[in-house]
T-cell receptor, first 113, second 114 residues
Framework: QKEVEQNSGPLSVPEGAIASLNCTYS??????FFWYRQYSGKSPELIMS????GDKEDGRFTAQLNKASQYVSLLIRDSQPSDSATYLC?????????????FGAGTRLTVKP | EAGVTQFPSHSVIEKGQTVTLRCDPI?????LYWYRRVMGKEIKFLLH????????ESGMPNNRFLAERTGGTYSTLKVQPAELEDSGVYFC????????????FGSGTRLTVV
C-alpha cells in the first residue's frame, strides 16, 4: 500500500466549475497535510496546509481533513484555466520538522475554457 | 527573500560519470531536504539535513549517492558513478526550524543519464 494515494487523473472540469481532488494516507499518526500545485516543468508550490479535522478556506481553495477516515481533499471553486496543473498531496508524520513529508503521485487537473 | 536555488537546471551525463548537484536553501532555514521524481512516479524522499547534520538518509537509494551540507549552508548531492536509473528530477526543499508550515522547493535539476 502506498503511503499517500491520489487518483492520477486526468481530471477535467469546465471553467467556473468546482474541482475536487482527493487523497488518502496510510499512516494514522500523520498530523500535517499539504497541497502543492506543480505546473509542467516547474517546482511544487505550496497552496494549502491543514492540521485539524474540518475545513480550511483560502480564497477559492478549501482543504478538508478527516483523520478518522485518513482522507484529505482540496476543492477549487470557480476553476480557471490557470488552475490547470498537477496537484500533489503531501503528508507529514508530525507537526514539527523531525519527520519528512511523503508525497502522492499527483492528480493532473485540466480546466477547459 | 531569495528562494531555494538549485543548479544546474539540467544535466546530461553518460553512464559511469559523476555529477554533483547543488542546492542553496532559503537563508535561515535549518532544514534542507532532497527529493527525487522519476518519470511517472511520485516525488520520493532522499534525505534530510538539520543544519550540517544528516537527520534522516533512509531514502538514499545506494552508496553511489553522497550528500553533504558544508557549514549548514548549501548542500551538494553527488552521484558517482551514475546509472541509467538515476535519471529524473532532483528537488531540494528547505523549511523553518520548528513547526512545519510546509516546504519551499527549488526549481529542480533534471538529470539525464545516457
Amino acid at each position: 500500500q502506498k503511503e499517500v494515494e491520489q487518483n492520477s487523473g486526468p481530471l477535467s472540469v469546465p471553467e467556473g466549475a468546482i474541482a475536487s481532488l482527493n487523497c488518502t494516507y496510510s499512516d494514522r499518526g500523520s498530523q500535517s497535510f499539504f497541497w502543492y500545485r506543480q505546473y509542467s516543468g516547474k517546482s511544487p508550490e505550496l497552496i494549502m496546509s491543514i492540521y485539524s479535522n474540518g475545513d480550511k478556506e483560502d480564497g477559492r481553495f478549501t482543504a478538508q481533513l478527516n483523520k478518522a477516515s485518513q482522507y484529505v481533499s482540496l476543492l477549487i471553486r470557480d476553476s480557471q484555466p490557470s488552475d490547470s496543473a498537477t496537484y500533489l498531496c503531501a503528508v507529514n508524520a508530525g507537526p514539527y520538522n523531525n519527520n519528512d513529508m511523503r508525497f502522492g503521485a499527483g492528480t493532473r487537473l485540466t480546466v477547459k475554457p | 527573500e531569495a528562494g531555494v536555488t538549485q543548479f544546474p537546471s539540467h544535466s546530461v551525463i553518460e553512464k559511469g560519470q559523476t555529477v554533483t548537484l547543488r542546492c542553496d536553501p532559503i537563508s535561515g532555514h535549518d532544514n534542507l531536504y532532497w527529493y527525487r521524481r522519476v518519470m511517472g512516479k511520485e516525488i520520493k524522499f532522499l534525505l534530510h539535513f538539520v543544519k550540517e547534520s544528516k537527520q534522516d538518509e533512509s531514502g538514499m537509494p545506494n552508496n553511489r549517492f553522497l550528500a553533504e551540507r558544508t557549514g549548514g549552508t548549501y548542500s551538494t548531492l553527488k552521484v558517482q558513478p551514475a546509472e541509467l536509473e538515476d535519471s529524473g528530477v532532483y528537488f531540494c526543499a528547505s523549511s523553518q526550524r520548528d513547526f512545519n508550515y510546509g516546504y519551499t522547493f527549488g526549481s529542480g535539476t533534471r538529470l539525464t543519464v545516457v
